[in-house]
């Protein structure tokens, strides 16, 4: 399995942006489909966007066209840049690595969208 450890949430305004980042170490990072994910109190975790080995990426409808994901394999780590944040943004967010069908999870960080 792949330890991941997330950085970059915190508070930012309505149309503001964060960076989200999420390393990882354990295992060889660039074969893993990462991914993140999301889960507001009281609701389901959902994808919000995945990214694969080879660089393709696919994502939640709630925030195509605002959110980017990235990988670096050379730094072990996968990005999500958030823009154009809206308060349903807020959740904890969680940084996922999945391979050959087991998941690793991270701690999760908080991003809180409000005035």
């Known amino acids: 399995q792949v330890q991941l450890v997330e950085s970059g949430g915190g508070w930012v305004q309505p149309g503001g942006s964060l960076g989200l980042s999420c390393a990882a170490s354990?295992?060889?990072?660039?074969?893993?489909?990462m991914g993140w994910y999301r889960q507001a109190p009281g609701t389901q975790r959902e994808l919000v966007a995945v990214?694969?080995?080879?660089?393709?990426?696919n994502y939640a409808d709630s925030v195509k066209g605002r959110f980017t994901i990235s990988r670096d394999n050379a730094k072990n780590t996968v990005y999500l840049q958030m823009n154009s944040l809206k308060p349903e943004d807020t959740a904890v967010y969680y940084c996922?690595?999945?391979?050959?069908?087991?998941?690793?999870w991270g701690q999760g960080t908080h991003v809180t969208v409000s005035t």
């Open positions: 996922n690595a999945r391979l050959n069908g087991v998941d690793s």
């Open positions: 354990g295992s060889i990072f660039s074969i893993y489909v």
């Open positions: 990214i694969y080995p080879v660089g393709h990426t």
